[in-house]
Every structure is written in structure tokens, then in C-alpha cells.
């Protein structure tokens, strides 16, 4: 069977870009089973052949009105597929989907009719917002980085001001990698649109934020910059466990340092676009 990347140079390598990050995920231990998901807005690469692409399935749902989302084309991880699968064979585990113009629902157009993830109308309100606020971002990840969820069970860290001063006072490359911070939405159940709603309050602010006793959620430039700025966050949570296993609660860099390093190396505040 032919498959959407042939001869589609720049698409394919959005695609493996995916397939790297998805093996990152497993590797971390972020992607058990099913869990997690990605989503990226692959508009760029419609070409007319694409946009002229017979669907291969009934048009479905979307559950809202995403009126941004017009004609759009998103790369989607497949609802119950395997990361580490996905990151071997990511046509096989996920499919290319068509918005279509009642920007309600959709339909699958490659190459395999696997339907997309379960966090698909939280991803897609995501998109929305990114394109209506005029944002370059093109990629949504979600996963369960193990330090970032086990902290998230403790009500100290429900506080955005005091998950993200103590993630970045762990180490400046955090601070500096993931200037915005991070968000924090309380527990829901997953893929509700309570879920998606209260994210999309916070990633008006925050490139990440910390889903409640459940995993983390990412927006970025594209897939590895989303991963990268979830990694960094990670990496602080557990340098904090290892102090924690190490007896003590760890000082933390000082807020003078904190603000040294904002102020040398400009770090943005807000998302530029
Ligand atoms: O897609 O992680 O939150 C599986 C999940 C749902
Ligand atoms: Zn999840």
C-alpha cells in the first residue's frame, strides 16, 4: 500500500520526528501501555493531492465547535496503540485526519483508518487556541513522567508558584529551558472536557502543565520541543526525589540566582508567538 509519506519529504520527517519522541517516552518509562498521546498540526504539508484525498472513514464527532480547525490536517497518535510501537511503525499506530468545514468533526484520510487518541477533543481545543492567538506551535504531547505525577500527589504541589519555584531552583538549565513555568490543573477524569477545558486555561500561560495524580501536557514549536521542555521539568522532580532520598529537602538555587539568570539571558515571560 502506498502511504501519505511518499515523495512528501518534509512530512516524513515531521512523522519520524514523532517516531523518535515516542521511543523517547517508552525509554523514559513515560508510556506504559497505551498512555500518552500526540498530536501535530501537519497543515503546512497539504498539498492539493492531499486535500484532495478520498476519506477512509465516516466523518466522526469532534464534540465541539473548533472553528480555527477548518480544513486542517493533524497527525494523530492512535487511540489505544503502544508508543513503542508507534515509534518503530508511527502509520501503523496513528493516522493523518481531515478537519472538515463545520469544524465539528472530522475524518481520516492515511494511511490507515486507526482512530485517533482519546485526548483527541483536549488536544484539538489546544490547536484551536494556538491558531486563533496567532501562536507557531505547532505540536501536543501528553505523558506520564513518573517524578512530575508522584509530586503532583502531594497538595504542596498543586500551587503553580510553588511547583514552578521548586523546579526551577533544582538547576538553571530548568529555569532556562522552560522559561514559562509550569501550569497545573487539578484532577479530572481523563479525556473529559472538564480536562480539556481547565487545560486550555493554563496553557494560555504555560507551555506545560501538570495534569492531578495523572501525567503532563506539553505544547511546543514542534514534537521535540514540546518533549524537551516536559524533560527538563522532569529532570528537576528528580533531582528533588533524590535529595528527598538522600535525607534532606534540598535548598534550591536562591531567588537572586533565579532572577540573575531571567534577567542575562533575557528569558521570555509570556509565549511569544
Ligand atoms: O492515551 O494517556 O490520558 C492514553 C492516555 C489518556
Ligand atoms: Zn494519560
Known amino acids: ?30 508510556a506504559e501501555r497505551n498512555g500518552g498521546n500526540i498530536t501535530v498540526n501537519v497543515t503546512e504539508y497539504a498539498d492539493e493531492a492531499i486535500r484532495q484525498m478520498p476519506a477512509i472513514s465516516q466523518p466522526i464527532s469532534i464534540g465541539c465547535v473548533l472553528p480555527q480547525l477548518k480544513g486542517c490536517y493533524f497527525y494523530c497518535k492512535g487511540t489505544g496503540k503502544r508508543m513503542r510501537d508507534l515509534a518503530r511503525r508511527p502509520m501503523e499506530n496513528g493516522s493523518i485526519i481531515r478537519i472538515l468545514d463545520d469544524c465539528a468533526s472530522y ?19 489546544l490547536h484551536n487556541y494556538l491558531l486563533e492567538s496567532g501562536s507557531t506551535y505547532k505540536a501536543c504531547v501528553h505523558t506520564h513522567p513518573i517524578e512530575l505525577v508522584a509530586m503532583s500527589h502531594n497538595n504542596r504541589f498543586l500551587n503553580t508558584e510553588v511547583l514552578t519555584k521548586t523546579l526551577w531552583s533544582m538547576i538553571p538549565e530548568t529555569l532556562a529551558f522552560a522559561p514559562l513555568g509550569m501550569g497545573v490543573v487539578p484532577y479530572a477524569m481523563p479525556s473529559s472536557i472538564e480536562l480539556a477545558e481547565a487545560t486550555l486555561e493554563q496553557i494560555k500561560k504555560y507551555d506545560v502543565v501538570l495534569w492531578e495524580k495523572h501525567g503532563a501536557l506539553a505544547v511546543g514549536t514542534d514534537v521535540m520541543d514540546a518533549f524537551d521542555q516536559i524533560d527538563v521539568l522532569n529532570k528537576s522532580a528528580n533531582i528533588y526525589m533524590c535529595a528527598r532520598n538522600m535525607g534532606f529537602e534540598p535548598d534550591g538555587m536562591t531567588d537572586e540566582a533565579v532572577t540573575e539568570i531571567q ?11
Open 1 to 30: 500500500m502506498n502511504s501519505i509519506l511518499e515523495g512528501r519529504d518534509g512530512l516524513r520527517t515531521v512523522v519520524e520526528q514523532i517516531a523518535e519522541v515516542a521511543g523517547y517516552l517508552w525509554q523514559k518509562g513515560w
Open 263 to 273: 534577567q542575562v539571558f533575557k528569558l521570555p515571560t509570556k509565549r511569544p508567538c
Open 107 to 125: 475524518v481520516i484520510i492515511a494511511d490507515n483508518p486507526v482512530m485517533p487518541t482519546s485526548e483527541l477533543p483536549s488536544h484539538l481545543l
